[in-house]
Each structure stands twice: as structure tokens, then as C-alpha cells.
């Protein structure tokens, strides 16, 4: 018992890393494993014989064998199929005592098997009932692996008929050694084939049986030099122009798996026109991040979606430069004395944002400008009572002044003084059972809380200016007003990343459009690894003193437990 414990504490509760799945498969490992039954069911079934073999680059480790007593009859179908008989097993141990002999012969290797799923689940079930913890090795199936490499040259993929016609030099007999050891040489003879695709590693031989059957396949020789290492990757036609940008925390692990069965149309026509593949590394998974918005900004690939946009990003605009103050939707900020807030993701957004605002703000809605002599009427909205109407001469500047003063208030430091009155009419409006004017409400308190939210981070990242921060494990970076300007890996080697775009050192004014997508992805690193980061040096401060904004989304109904 104790062996088997020490065993599986130390396959289950070792993490395995990227290095550890990309092991050069000349130095894996491999137990290839057969088990003969009473039947198919591992519940209602038992085992009748175990057979195993170990192997390491193409050399034989050792064999394992040993008939078990099944504590049941063997039906007469089975003993005409394998030739084992009642008489045989009647002197065999039990299950139980095999498997610590066979877990301490398996160690920490990769299982392999023909069909392996049926016999991995006669062990499991063993394990179960005899109290163990499920077996954690990692697995390979011989007959997924046939299916996809050599289903072309053989009428089926049964190990009888793959022996046959692939001459392997074992050749199964429904006994359990003699069944592992023709596995083994079918499994030497694919993995010979598997290295034309590219599969040198185990993370690679894991991922086959889902790769191998994919139409572009053959490419998989363009991911064969790409190391298990963070970074950016490039998809590249004929002509050399760079069609898709991504990044990656594995690049080889990444990579290939577009060639794992992903059947969206965009994925498809990218694989029929990639002809090359190119690879940057970097020091970390945030500096690829980074690369990739720089990159993904400067050649704007045809198949990239995500941060392509960032030219169409608009801003909403309180007019502080004039009498009477009203909101705008424009593109690009000036040096007007207007408060910007933004960059929003579209002027459609940014519209949304100008609605929630006038929800609960009597701002002016005309555009144009006051005049010296009142209008005769005031416009729609004010007779309405939705806002106020300088121009018809109503409102002094000074009532005017004090609207406008506590809108700037809930735009820069008291949001509540906009989200409590809007979170109100929501509710009012839900009481009455106006369910969808309230949706409307809250789509519109949703959209102005995130853009505050967005404005509050990236505002605070450009105030902090220089910030050195340790990332134990991984490296470290060096920000400046919240961009990447230095990174090193946990190797210490420091990354000098690529020129920043222009305007990265000015921290006067709104964000710029180019460097939102930049901003924001360094702000969610800072967020989701805030409680692994060392702060070495910041020149102002990073934390958020402000009270933390409600984000309004919708929530999913309670599941009925009744």
C-alpha cells in the first residue's frame, strides 16, 4: 500500500511544466500496457491477465506478466478467444496484490495502449475499489495514433490487421505480453511516421490524434522549429506579408493547435494560405501581449480582429470651453480645455455613454451656441423637462454652471453622483414592470460605469510614471507611464523592447488612441497578478484610492434545487 501511495503522490501532485511535455520523445519513457478480461465492463468484470513492457528510445526496459484471478468464471467465449482457462487463474493473486508490482513498474512513464481507454479503465476501476487514488500518468492511444497516420494503407486499424500488414516483428495472439509487445513496435513504427509532421515531443505526440486528421496536416512541418517558450507568432503567405498576429505562452503548443480540429471557416482559409511561420521570443507572456498590440498596430494583419480597430476609437467630450457646456462625440481630443473621457471602443459607444448621462444630467442637447436674444420657444427636449435650454434664455450661466460642475464631479471623483440616480430609475422602472426600459437604463449605467472604470486604470497607470515591478517565477518589468519599456525573464537576460509609438512620453491630456490596446493590456496583467507582483520602485501611486464602481451586469437566474 505504501508503494502505490508514494506512487500516485508523485505522479498526481507534480505539476507538470512545458519543458517536462516537450521532453525529446527519444527520451520518454513509454509503458506500453495490455490487460485480458472476463468481458468489456469494468464494473461488472474482471481481470484476467496483465502484461506490460517498458520502452525508451526504441530500447526494451523490462517486461511485466502475471495472469490474475479474476474472483469470478470466465465465460467460455473468453478462454476460446484468449486461451486462458479457469485452472489457470485459480493459483493467480488477486488484483489487488498485482497492482503494486505494476504501478511500481508503470512509475511516472506515459501509458500506452491499443485502445487504450479499455484498459485504463479496468485499472481505474481496480484502483477505485481497492480505495487508491486514479492513476495520473498521461496516455496514448495506438489506435487514434493508426487512425491518423497510416489509416490510408490498411482496411482497418485492429492491431491483428496493423500488424500484419506493417510486418511488425510481434504479432498479437490475445495474450497480454504478446498483445503489449506488438503495441510497442507499432508505436516505434508511428512515432517514426509522426516525425514528418513535426511531432519531436511528448506535448506533440499528445496532441496528435486530433491534428493529424486535419486537411492542412502537412504544415505541421512549419511549426518544427518553434520553441515551447513565451512569445509572438507570425502567419505568413507566399509573398511574405504577415497575415495573422498572435501571442502565446507556448509557441509551439499554440501554433499547432490550429491544427486541432479548429473548424472555423477564418482558421481554415489562414492555414491554406500560411506558408511560413515566424516567431519572436520573449521574456514573458505579458511582453508578448504587448508585442503583439504593437505589432498587430503597425502591420494591421487581414485576419486579426482584436486590436485592429484602435483608429475608430472615439471620444465623448464636455465642452468646459464654452458658456454653456453640452456633451460631444468626437474622434481625436484637442488642447481646447474640454474633458475628454475615453478612448471609447466606437462613437456608438461613446453615444450610449452621452445617453446615461443625459439620463440623470439636464445638460443642453442642441449644438449650437447661445445667441444674444433668446429663441421664441425651447427646443423639444427642455420642453419636455429632459434638460435644460440656455438658448431660450431660461437658465442663468451661473444654475448652468452649477449642473455642469457636478457632472465633472461624477465623471472625475464622486461616480455616484451619476450611477446612484440611474441605478434609482432602473429600479422605479422594474417596480412598475417596465422591464425593458429598465434594460435600457441599465445597458446605459453598464456602458458609463465601464468607461469610467477603463478612464480611472489607464489614468492611473500614465500618473504613475516610472515603475519597476518583480514578477517571482517569471521576470520583471520597467513601465513608463504604464507602457513596457524593459522586461527580463527569471534567467535575469533583459528584453529592450521595440521603439514606443509616438506621444508615449506625454501624460498631459486624454489617452491616445494608439496606445489604449497597450495600456489596457498592461492594466488586466496588473490586475490579475497584483497578488504575485514585488514592487521595487513606482514614482507615484499605483493603488486605486477611489471607491470601487459597480459594473451592472446582467445575472444569471439561481439554478431551482428544488
Known amino acids: ?113 491499443h485502445n487504450v481507454r479499455f484498459d485504463l479503465g479496468f485499472l481505474r476501476a481496480a484502483l477505485d475499489r481497492g480505495g487508491w487514488a486514479p492513476l495520473a500518468n498521461p496516455a496514448v492511444d495506438t489506435c487514434s495514433l493508426a487512425r491518423r497516420l497510416v489509416r490510408d494503407e490498411v482496411p482497418n486499424c485492429r492491431l491483428g490487421t496493423l500488424a500484419d500488414r506493417l510486418r511488425l516483428p510481434h504479432r498479437p495472439s490475445h495474450r497480454a505480453l504478446d498483445d503489449a509487445l506488438a503495441t510497442a513496435d507499432l ?10 509532421l513535426g511531432v519531436l515531443g511528448l506535448d506533440d505526440l499528445l496532441a496528435l490524434p486530433t491534428i ?25 503567405d507566399r509573398r511574405g506579408e504577415v497575415l495573422y498576429v498572435g501571442k502565446a505562452t507556448n509557441l509551439r503548443q499554440r501554433v499547432r493547435s490550429y491544427f486541432s480540429g479548429d473548424e472555423r471557416r477564418k482558421v481554415a482559409q489562414l492555414l491554406r494560405e500560411t506558408e511560413r511561420v515566424d516567431h519572436v521570443v520573449c521574456a514573458h507572456p505579458l511582453e508578448a501581449a504587448v508585442l503583439e498590440v504593437r505589432l498587430i498596430h503597425r502591420l494591421r494583419p487581414r485576419f486579426n480582429r482584436q486590436a485592429k480597430t484602435w483608429d475608430r476609437y472615439a471620444y465623448l467630450k464636455l465642452t468646459l470651453g464654452e458658456a454653456f457646456p453640452r456633451l460631444s462625440v468626437v474622434r481625436s481630443p484637442r488642447d481646447d480645455g474640454g474633458l475628454y473621457l475615453g478612448p471609447l471602443a466606437s462613437a456608438a459607444q461613446a453615444r450610449l455613454v452621452a445617453d446615461a448621462i443625459h439620463t440623470v444630467t439636464p445638460l443642453r442637447r442642441c449644438t449650437g451656441r447661445p445667441g444674444r436674444s433668446p429663441r421664441r420657444a425651447p427646443c423639444a427636449a427642455a420642453q419636455l423637462g429632459a434638460c435644460l435650454c440656455p438658448c431660450a434664455g431660461g437658465v442663468s450661466p451661473s444654475e448652468y454652471g452649477g449642473v455642469v460642475e457636478r457632472l465633472v464631479t461624477g465623471l472625475t471623483t464622486d461616480p455616484e453622483l451619476l450611477l446612484a440616480p440611474l441605478r434609482e430609475r432602473m429600479g422605479t422602472l422594474a417596480g412598475s414592470e417596465r422591464y425593458e426600459e429598465a434594460a435600457d437604463v441599465r445597458d446605459r449605467a453598464a456602458a458609463l460605469a465601464g468607461a469610467l472604470r477603463r478612464q480611472r486604470r489607464l489614468d492611473g497607470l ?43 512620453a506625454a501624460i498631459d491630456g486624454p489617452v491616445p488612441r494608439e496606445l489604449a490596446d497597450e495600456l489596457a493590456v498592461i492594466a488586466a496583467w496588473l490586475d490579475a497578478e497584483a497578488g504575485t507582483l514585488a514592487l521595487r520602485h513606482a514614482d507615484g501611486a499605483l493603488a486605486d484610492t477611489l471607491p470601487r464602481l459597480p459594473s451592472f451586469a446582467t445575472r444569471r437566474p439561481a439554478a431551482d434545487t428544488t
Open 1 to 113: 500500500m505504501r508503494v502505490v501511495e508514494h506512487l500516485f503522490a508523485y505522479s498526481a501532485g507534480v505539476q507538470r511544466s512545458f519543458d517536462d511535455l516537450g521532453t525529446p520523445l527519444a527520451d520518454v519513457t513509454f509503458c506500453v500496457l495490455d490487460l485480458e478480461t472476463t468481458g468489456t465492463s469494468p464494473d461488472a468484470c474482471g481481470i484476467t491477465e496483465i502484461g506490460a513492457v517498458k520502452v525508451r528510445g526504441g530500447e526494451c526496459l523490462g517486461t511485466f506478466q502475471t495472469l490474475v484471478n479474476p474472483g469470478a468464471l470466465i465465460p467460455p467465449a473468453i478462454t476460446v478467444l484468449t486461451g486462458i482457462t479457469q485452472a489457470m487463474v485459480l493459483p493467480a493473486p488477486r488484483i489487488e496484490a498485482v497492482l503494486p508490482s505494476l504501478l511500481e513498474f508503470a512509475g511516472d512513464s506515459v501509458v500506452v495502449g
Open 187 to 196: 508505436l516505434h513504427l508511428l512515432l517514426e511516421r509522426a516525425a514528418g
Open 212 to 236: 493529424g486528421g486535419h486537411p492542412q496536416a502537412a504544415k505541421l512541418r512549419l511549426t518544427a522549429r518553434l520553441p515551447r517558450r513565451p512569445g509572438v507568432y507570425q502567419f505568413r
Open 462 to 504: 500614465r500618473a504613475a510614471g516610472r515603475v519597476v515591478l518583480d514578477w517571482p517565477g517569471r521576470g520583471g518589468v520597467e513601465l513608463q507611464h504604464g507602457l513596457l519599456v524593459r522586461s527580463w525573464g527569471p534567467d535575469g537576460q533583459v528584453t529592450v523592447t521595440p521603439e514606443l509609438p509616438g506621444g508615449a
